[in-house]
């Protein structure tokens, strides 16, 4: 296995090597263990990456405080995209971009589940749920940005549907740049703490001998054992365990 070191020059020999062939490359940064570790990385290669992230108004108030201070203790200037018609005032701050987009298709489809089936849309189709406050505000937001390559932080060993990923991936006419897919969780522990960088704070929760592995929407993440994979907590009443972000791209080699 590869010691960190190692693993961390690859890295950045993929970023140096995304940044070089594209002329137009962002950061995606969820705010979770696995994005602070790549943006990171990704800042020491170019420090003016632009850093853009996709929130959801489903999202724990402790992830809107998270970004506002590490945005601010790191200068990520990040660019925040979140489908709302009204932006959250936690996530409220002067030096932290907010762009609000269009809320009227989910709140349509939201109302729909609650009639007909009596659950909130992200229990009655967690799929659509995330198709609409996720994935539809990426594809916006790296269209506004004008990205014509995007970097991850997608590993390898988070999960069984994320083994077969690749450190290229193409996908509606952008370039998926995933540098630190061989970095294990105890790697990328062990990398924050070394650098100095603030968890937040779900990392820290114990609850009932299990912990917060995996971050995302609050409805819709639950801590798990050690034992088990890091997103057995995400959709746990369901066979979901992507939200459709890194859902398989078409193998495109570098």
């Known amino acids: 296995m590869k010691k ?5 020059k690859s890295a950045k020999n993929i970023i140096e090597k995304a940044v070089e062939k594209y002329e137009n490359v962002g950061m995606a ?3 979770g ?9 990704a800042r020491e290669v170019d420090p003016e990456i632009q850093v853009f992230s996709v929130a959801t108004i489903f999202m724990p108030d402790e992830t809107f405080e998270y970004i506002k201070e590490m945005n601010r203790e790191m200068n990520l200037n990040t660019k925040v995209y979140i489908a709302t018609d009204e932006v959250p005032e936690l996530l409220q701050a002067e030096n932290l971009e907010v762009i609000s987009l269009p809320f009227g298709e989910f709140e349509a489809k939201a109302e729909e589940m609650r009639k007909n089936k009596g659950e909130p849309i992200y229990r009655a189709d ?14 916006y937001a790296l269209k506004d940005l004008d ?40 790697d990328v522990f062990g990398y924050l703490e070394e ?3 603030k968890l937040h704070p779900w990392y820290k929760k114990d609850i009932d001998g299990k912990r917060y592995r995996s971050l995302g929407c609050a409805p819709c993440t639950e801590p798990v054992s050690d ?21 398989r791209c078409p193998l495109y080699s570098e």
């Open 33 to 41: 263990k696995d994005s602070m570790v790549t943006v990171d990385i």
């Open 29 to 31: 940064c969820s705010f």
């Open 4 to 8: 960190i070191q190692e693993k961390i």
């Open 147 to 186: 990205l014509d390559a995007w970097i991850s932080g997608l590993r390898n060993t988070e999960s069984s549907t994320r083994e077969d990923k690749d450190p290229f991936e193409r996908r509606d006419g952008h370039v998926k740049v995933n540098p630190i897919l061989p970095f294990t969780e105890r």
């Open 195 to 197: 650098k100095g960088i």
């Open 227 to 247: 034992d088990g994979s890091e997103r057995e907590g995400r959709w746990s009443w369901c066979e979901k365990t992507e939200c459709g972000i890194h859902n």
């Open 126 to 139: 967690p799929d659509e749920c995330c198709r609409l406050l996720k994935v539809k505000p990426l594809e």
